[in-house]
C-alpha cells in the first residue's frame, strides 16, 4: 500500500489490481481529479492496508492470481461499514460483477472502460455515500429532538421503533401540539427508506377538483392548462414515506382515491392508462378520534384499518407532566444559541405551575409560551407574575376544584362578614338564608378553620 501524505478533506480510494500498469494508471487518473490515492496489488495487502488506514472507497478487480476480489468485497462488507466498494472486471467474468454486485458491491465497471466512465462512476458512488451519511446524521439528531422521559413517552418511543423496523402504515393521534409530525419524522428517518423522501400532505387543504393529479399526478394535455406532465404527491414519495396530515379532514372522495392506491399499490396518472407501481409508506396522523368519525359515517372503516396497523397514540402534556421540566430545559438550551445573552431562570413556582396547568396547545404551547418568556424577560428570573393571565387563574380555578363543599362555603362566609364588618343581619341578608342558619352555619365555619 502507498502512503502519501493526505489531505484531511480529500476522498480516499483504495486500488486493488494485480497489474501494476493499471494500478498506475488508476491512480494518476484518481488522483488528477483530486482524490487520495492508496494502491494494493493482491487482496491480501489490500487488507493489510485498510487495517491500517480506513478509506471511502474500494476499487477493485475481481480475478486476480491468489486471492479473488470477491474475497475482499466480503472483507469489506463484513468489517468496514462506511467503506463503499466498486468491482472492474474483464469481459471474461460479467457476470462475477453482477453476483458481486449483489452480495454487496456498490457498482462495477467493465474493461475496457475511459477515464470518464471511471471518474463519472466513482464520483457518484461517493456523492451517494455522502448523502447516506448526512441523512444518518439528520436520523439521530432528528431522533434526538424528541424529549422526554415518562413512562407514557417512552411507550411511544417503543413504537416508533417498531414502526421503523417495518414498512407497514402508521396512524398517529393525539391533540393538537403533541408531536405527531415529530413522530413520523423518528419513524421515517429511523427506517431504511430514511434516504428516501418524506412528503407532508396537508389533507385539508387540497381542493376537491385538484384531488387527483395532486395525489397521483397528471400527463401532459390531461385537462386544460396541463401543459406538462406533473409528478403528484404518490410518487414524490417514492421509496420513501408519504406524511397524510389531518387525515381525519380528508373528504369521502379523497379517502376513497386514497384507499384505493393503498389497497392497490397502484396509481394512475390524471389522463394516462398506464398503470404505476408505488413504494411508500403511508403515515397518518389526527388530532380527531377516527373511531367516532368512522361511526358517524364521515370516515370509511375500510381505510382506517388500511391505515392502522401500527397505532401511536401521543399523550396529551398534561398526562405526561414528568416530560415538562425536561422540555423546559430543552427548548431553554435550544433558545440560548439563537439569543445573545444568558438565559433566564424559572421560578420553582412556574416550574410547579407548568408541571400543573392543562397545556391545551400541548408541547406547541409550552415552545411558544417559554420562547415569548424568555425574549421579554427584564432580567435574569422568570417568576408567577410573568406569566400569563389565563394561567395564573387556571392554577387558582384548578386549586379550587380539589375543595371540598365545606370549605368553600366557610371561606364565603368569612368573607361576606369580614366585608360588611362582622354584621350578621346583613351578612344573612346577602347570603339569602336567616341569622339562625347563619349562626349555625358560623358554628361549623369556625370549627372547620379550626380543624384546618
Ligand atoms: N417530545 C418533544 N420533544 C421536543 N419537542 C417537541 C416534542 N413534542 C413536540 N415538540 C415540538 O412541539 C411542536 C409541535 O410538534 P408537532 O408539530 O410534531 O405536533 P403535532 O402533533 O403535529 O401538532 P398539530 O396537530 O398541531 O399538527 C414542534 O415544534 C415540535 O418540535
Ligand atoms: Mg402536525
Redesign the pocket.
Known sequence: MDHRKIAQDKAKILVVDDSPLTLEVLQRNLEEAGYAVFTASSVEQAIAGLEQNLVDLVVTDIKMPKVSGLELLKYVKENLKETEIMIITGYPSVRGAVEAVKDGAEDYLVKPFTDEELLSTVSRLLEKQANRKAVEKKALSENR????NSQA?QRVYRLIDKAAATKVNVLIS??????????ARAIHYGSKAASGPFVTVNCTAIPDNLLESELFGHVKGAFTGAQASRAGFFQIADKGTLFL?EIGDASLNMQGKLLRAIQNKEIFMVGSSRVQKIDTRIIA?T?ADLTRLVRKGLFREDLYFRLNIVEIV?PPLHERSD?ILP?VH?FLEKMSGELERPVPQFSDKVLQIFKKYRWQG???EL?NLVQRLVVLAEDDFIDVADLPEHMRFQIDWQQGLERSLAEVEAEHINNVLNSVKGNKTRAAQILGIDRKTLREKMRRANNFFEAG
Open positions: 429532538n424528541i424529549v422526554g413517552i393525539g391533540e393538537s401540539g403533541t408531536g405527531k409530525e415529530l413522530a396530515d396522523a388530532n401521543l416530560d422540555l430543552f400541548n408541547v406547541r415552545e
